[in-house]
C-alpha cells in the first residue's frame, strides 16, 4: 500500500534561513510525487509536483524539491524562509492526481 | 467560478442527524475528491468523480456516506446518521482532467458532530 511519511510535526526556522522539510514514502511503482501547503483556514495550494524527468523540481513561492529514488525521499527545501511561510506543509503521492495519499504534515514556525 | 467553492463553510450537527455538504468546482472541471482532514487520521481520500460517474469509491468510511454529482458539475457528499468520529474538515478538489493536470482545492466544510 502507499504510504507517506513526514517525520517532523513541527519545524521552527528563523526568517532568512533555509529550509528542508522531509518526506519519505512507499510506493510499489514510479510514484508522482507532491508537495501542498495550507495556511490557517485556507484550503491547499499545490507547491510543485514530480512525475518525471528531471529529479529537481522547481515550484512557486521559491520552493524546490528533490526526488531520490534511491532513498524513497522527496524533500522540500527554500534557501531562506519569510514569514509569509508560516504555515502547514502536506507531502502526497499518487498516481496522478485522482488519488492521492497524504502524509500526516509538518508544521512550520517561522521566528522574527 | 473563480475557484473551488464549498458550502456550509461551517456546519454543527447533532448526532444521529443527515447532513448534506456542497461542491462547486471551478467550471469546465470534469475530475471532482472529496477528502476528509481530522486530527487523528490526517487527510485521507473518500471519492473522486469523472463527469457523474464515480470510479473510485473506496475511501467512504461506511455506507453512512455517499456522494453524488449532476450535470458534471456539482457535487453532494452526504452523511447519515452522523456520529461524533465524523467531525472533520471536509475538502473538495477539482482538476480539468483526471491524471496529471493539478487539483485545486476548495476551503473545506468544517463538520463538527455533537
Known amino acids: 500500500a502507499q504510504s507517506v511519511t513526514q517525520p517532523d510535526i513541527h519545524i521552527t526556522v528563523s526568517e532568512g534561513a533555509s529550509l528542508e522539510l522531509r518526506c519519505n514514502y512507499s510506493?510499489?511503482?514510479?510514484?508522482?510525487l507532491f508537495w501542498y501547503v495550507q495556511s490557517p483556514g485556507q484550503g491547499l495550494q499545490l507547491l510543485l509536483k514530480y512525475f518525471s524527468g528531471d529529479t529537481l523540481v522547481q515550484g512557486i513561492k521559491g520552493f524546490e524539491a528533490e526526488f531520490k529514488r534511491s532513498q524513497s525521499s522527496f524533500n522540500l527545501r527554500k534557501p531562506s524562509v519569510h514569514w509569509s511561510d508560516a504555515a502547514e506543509y502536506f507531502c502526497a503521492v499518487g498516481e496522478g492526481f485522482q488519488k492521492l495519499v497524504f502524509g500526516t504534515g509538518t508544521r512550520l514556525l517561522v521566528s522574527p | 467560478g473563480a475557484g473551488v467553492s464549498q458550502s456550509p463553510s461551517n456546519k454543527v450537527t447533532e448526532k444521529g442527524k443527515d447532513v448534506e455538504l456542497r461542491c462547486d468546482p471551478i467550471?469546465?472541471?470534469?475530475?471532482l475528491y472529496w477528502y476528509r482532514q481530522s486530527l487523528g487520521q490526517g487527510l485521507e481520500f473518500l471519492i473522486y468523480?469523472?463527469?457523474?460517474?464515480?470510479?473510485?469509491k473506496s475511501g467512504l468510511p461506511s455506507d453512512r456516506f455517499s456522494a453524488e454529482r449532476t450535470g458534471g458539475s456539482v457535487s453532494t457528499l452526504t452523511i447519515q446518521r452522523t456520529q461524533q468520529e465524523d467531525s472533520a474538515v471536509y475538502l473538495c478538489?477539482?482538476?480539468?482532467?483526471?491524471?496529471?493536470?493539478?487539483?485545486?482545492f476548495g476551503q473545506g466544510t468544517r463538520l463538527t458532530v455533537v
Open positions: 510506493y510499489g511503482a514510479t510514484p508522482y
Open positions: 468523480f469523472q463527469g457523474n460517474s464515480a470510479p473510485d
Open positions: 478538489a477539482s482538476s480539468s482532467r483526471a491524471g496529471q493536470s493539478e487539483a485545486f
Open positions: 467550471s469546465g472541471h470534469t475530475a
